[in-house]
């Protein structure tokens, strides 16, 4: 394009760019509180009518991410309709809740333009990436987007003249080639015009006062809860937020606390590696498929048993150990940050530089969630190719691109795929992309590419029946990660990258620390195992078989302890080994120092007279998962001792009356309301949780819904994460603080398995410290 048409489309925009937004700031100072209110007690079919209306002609997109949808509907390489590429966060699904549109109101009322620019030329990517946006650029210039006028904003700058005005770093951190810039600028005067039609048609009825009315100045901070409630401690709410705030807002605090809910699944996981044998085993055999599959030359990758089932137990260790060590770093980062953003939030003018200790602590998050997120994902792709479903259509290539570790993977083409199959190799395909192009301009964007798999995965049961439960772990923490990192790399409203920001000497400081808690880790994998020790590890000896699914008997005890035996010789000989090679974290330690529940011996049972067995509180073993069987009244009682009352004697001599001492009172006072009290139906998910096997009938399949519905009873509030992920935070509940993550069951079925349903219930004992005890029936 010739400077003159370029110039003649830009400054029209900038000049539509600055009076929107003059109208929409003068609408806000005055009456944001009154639009807030307005539009939350609109009906969702007020609210979409009042955005179509607004956005006028073409219509308004109707689904989330329509850049994605037009994307594959598009026949030809320019789409004629580009408009769902530069706005994509602008649809009828994700605006006409309740959030979305007061949220973009006040970031864009309140703010200059230029604080938006990066946003949302971030917004374009995948029209920019895909050519479904037209780019016409002129070389040997560049635009200029500091400025806060229509004179210097957007400004065209040939590039020698560029490099005589400003500084280097205004240049990397100012400007976009005219292409990338005349994009903005469109998206801008779109976002302008529609946000003060919106607020035209909100307010209809004030007028010539909508502009001239007096600025009330307790609405400058208007708060950003609907109904007293917070609507940011979720990774949905907050990631549905991000394109409608100021980029500089990113809310640390929520994301703390949701790296905090993954940090403690990730040492829950290695804790059950020490104390649960058959969930040592099944991630072992799990481990063990990504490494005998062959390549596309019908080779092993590694040979000999030996040494993959060592490099199996390595592998497992390592990860393990290595996302507790990433996420507690990030988690500490992020606190920090927190602290350092409610210190500088009034220093500081948003166009100004970030101050020197916020700078350095946002770029080592940068860092280490990179790390993060390149280490989960390797795992991510790995596990997803080579799971049972996914294997047969897939062969790893005998090659890896650019050194990876992590192996290519090419369609076995001695297969023919059906519809299902051809998307979800499709999906395979964009990833293996992702992994080669990670944190590059080429990459389509792997949080674009999680979202198609999940758009994929919830309209179609037989592609989500292909995902294996570890997997749809993997893609819930991927989400997270991704979701952050996102809202990290536009967390300076003029900067893209926060890399640009630091000197490199220091960069290269910070990331030599980053990369230190990411690779010390290596060492585990040179930790040599006595052939004694695979032997006892492997799964053809049986060493692991742990019956969980029946009550007490001799044989299944034994069969218990013989498992938890074996588990414990083998962590008592491998923790030693490690330590010689690897300086173990103190938080690593603590796991590994965290009480091991065990099956208790064997008792016999006491008979009568007649032979029969005698069932007894004293005789029945501990439950599985160290769930002890203390002296109580009954399991579930729906009365209980302190309770009971005597019934008076009115014939003869009368009973004489029972004295109780205060302490006695007080103590059986406290024992009742240290109970929590349950309904049947709670009561019988509990039963199946905490193995409750003094139990008239025999426990069995928990549905998800019961478990839900009973963890709600209790006083959870449950919320639907990404992937299987959902997110259980207590409210007021006896011993319970933090919130924890459980996992939907896989596949059609909704039923929890026993063996499942257990894990949960050793996870409960082990934060909470509850057990069958801990509930009654009653209330």
């Known amino acids: 394009m010739r400077v003159k048409d370029l110039l003649s489309t830009s400054r029209p925009l900038v000049q539509q760019i600055f009076e929107q ?18 539009w939350i007690k609109k009906s969702k079919n ?35 309709k580009p408009q769902p590429y530069i706005t994509p966060h602008l649809n009828l699904d994700d605006m006409a809740k309740t959030e979305p549109l007061p949220l973009l109101l006040k970031s864009r009322g309140r703010n200059d333009p230029d604080h938006f620019t990066f946003a949302d030329l971030a917004a374009c990517h995948l029209g920019i990436r895909t050519l479904s946006i037209e780019m016409t650029g002129t070389n040997g210039f560049c635009m200029m987007f500091i400025g806060k006028t229509t004179e210097t904003y957007g400004k065209l700058y040939p590039l020698k003249e560029c490099e005589e005005l400003f500084s280097v770093k205004d240049i990397a951190t100012c400007t976009l080639d005219p292409g990338s810039g005349l994009i903005v600028l469109k998206a801008q005067s779109r976002i302008y015009k529609f946000l003060v039609r919106c607020c035209e048609l909100i307010l209809h009825d004030i007028g010539e006062e909508l502009y001239t009315s007096p600025i009330q100045l307790d609405q400058t901070e208007v708060s950003s809860e609907i109904g007293g409630k917070s609507i940011s401690e979720l990774l949905s709410i907050v990631s549905l937020e991000a394109p409608y705030r100021h980029p500089a807002n990113v809310n640390f605090k929520s994301f703390h606390a949701i790296i905090g809910v993954h940090l403690e699944e990730a040492k829950d996981h290695l804790f059950s590696l020490r104390e ?11 481990e063990y498929t990504t490494e005998v599959e062959p390549d596309e030359k019908k080779k092993h990758l590694i040979s000999g048993s030996d040494v993959r089932w060592a490099k199996t137990i390595h592998s497992v260790l390592e990860k393990a150990v290595r996302h507790i060590e990433l996420l507690s770093t990030i988690e500490e980062t992020l606190s920090h940050l927190d602290k350092l953003k409610a210190k500088y939030d009034e220093a500081f003018l948003p166009q100004d530089d970030l101050p020197g200790e916020y700078t350095m602590a946002v770029y080592y998050l940068h860092l280490a969630l990179s790390r993060l997120t390149e280490f989960e994902f390797h795992k991510f792709l790995n596990w997803f190719i080579t799971s049972p479903s996914m294997r047969h259509y897939f062969t790893k290539a005998s090659a890896c691109l650019n050194d990876d570790k992590v192996p290519s993977f090419v369609i076995n083409k001695e297969f023919t795929l059906n519809e299902d199959e051809i998307k979800i190799c499709r999906i395979a395909i964009a990833f293996d992309w992702e992994r080669r192009t990670m944190f590059d301009r080429n990459s389509l964007g792997l949080k674009t590419v999680l979202y198609d798999l999940e758009v994929i995965s919830k309209s179609n049961r037989t592609v989500k029946g292909l995902l294996a439960p570890v997997v749809e772990t993997h893609i819930s923490n991927l989400t997270v990660y991704v979701e952050l990192m996102d809202q990290l790399q536009l967390l300076h409203p003029r900067s893209e990258p926060i890399v640009d920001y630091l000197d490199q000497h220091i960069s290269i400081l910070i990331e030599s620390s980053v990369t230190d808690v990411a690779e010390c880790f290596k060492e585990i994998s040179k930790v040599p195992i006595p052939k004694a020790l695979l032997d006892m590890t492997k799964a053809e000896n049986d060493r692991f078989l742990y019956p969980d699914y029946t009550g007490p008997s001799r044989r299944i005890v034994l069969a218990r302890r013989a498992a938890e035996a074996n588990l414990d010789g083998f962590w008592d000989q491998f923790i030693p080994l490690i330590r010689q090679k690897v300086r173990l974290p103190p938080r690593i330690i603590a796991v590994f120092s965290r009480e091991v529940h065990r099956t208790p011996e064997w008792v016999e049972p006491a008979t009568d007279v007649q032979g029969k067995p005698v069932c007894t509180d004293e005789c029945l073993a501990k439950a599985i998962g160290g769930f002890g069987l203390q002296e109580r009244p009954s399991r579930f009682a729906a009365t209980t001792a302190a309770k009971r009352k005597t019934k008076a004697k009115t014939r003869g001599i009368p009973n004489p009356p029972q004295e109780t001492t205060a302490e006695e009172h007080n103590n059986v006072e406290a024992e009742v309301q240290a109970k929590i009290k349950v309904n049947k139906r709670t009561a019988s998910v509990l039963e199946n949780l905490f193995f409750v096997e003094d139990t008239p009938r025999k426990t069995g399949e928990i549905d998800w819904s019961d478990f839900r519905y009973a963890m709600a009873t209790i006083g959870f509030a449950i919320e639907k994460g990404d992937g299987s992920c959902w997110k259980f935070t207590p409210k007021i509940v006896h011993g319970a603080q933090k919130p924890l993550v459980f996992h939907a069951p896989h596949g059609a079925s909704t039923k929890m398995s026993r063996h499942f349903a257990r894990g949960i219930g050793r996870r409960l004992n082990s934060h909470y410290g509850w057990s069958a005890e801990t509930f009654e029936i009653g209330g």
């Open 46 to 80: 007020k609210r979409r009518a009042i955005l179509k209306e607004a956005w006028g002609e073409p219509a308004m997109p109707l689904y989330h991410r329509p850049d994605i949808v037009a994307f594959k509907e598009k026949s030809s390489w320019r789409d004629p």
């Open 276 to 286: 649960n044998p058959k969930y040592f085993a099944e991630c072992l055999m799990v």
């Open 21 to 38: 937004q003059h109208l929409l700031h003068e609408i806000i100072i005055r009456h944001e509180a009154t639009l807030r209110n307005r």
